[in-house]
């Protein structure tokens, strides 16, 4: 089981990016996927996660502002991040877990992929 995050990059304020989270080695289709994100000295923490029914669940930080997808077809888990402030710029990664549910709870999550760094500049 490997989650590939991918996406990443520099944006100036205002900006967007689409983060993508790939699976390899098992279907998403029956996972929950939930996006965190780790800024420097800070915790993880839940920005968005989507059921394999596709319930969403967005922290409040981001709402409105980013939109959690599945391309069930593609094994790949989207998150369109749009107006972008500098205090979105951390570590994102995405995790999956064997569940129909949606949850920020990092530690509900038992699959891990690397981080992206999303960096959004004044």
């Known amino acids: 089981v490997q989650l590939q995050a991918s996406g990443g990059g520099l944006v100036q304020a205002g900006g967007s990016l689409r983060l993508s989270c790939a699976a390899s080695g098992f279907t998403l289709d029956y996972y929950a996927i939930g996006w965190f994100r780790q800024a420097p000295d800070k915790e993880r923490e839940g920005v968005s996660c989507i059921s394999s029914s596709g319930s969403t669940v967005y922290a409040d930080s981001v709402k409105g502002r980013f939109t959690i997808s599945r391309d069930n077809a593609k094994n790949t888990v989207y998150l369109q991040m749009n107006n972008l402030n500098p205090e979105d710029t951390a570590v994102y990664y995405c995790?999956?877990?064997?569940?129909?549910?949606?949850?920020?709870?990092?530690?509900?999550?038992?699959?891990w992929g690397q981080g992206t760094l999303v960096t959004v500049s004044s």
């Open positions: 995790a999956a877990e064997d569940q129909d549910w949606g949850s920020l709870i990092p530690g509900l999550y038992h699959y």
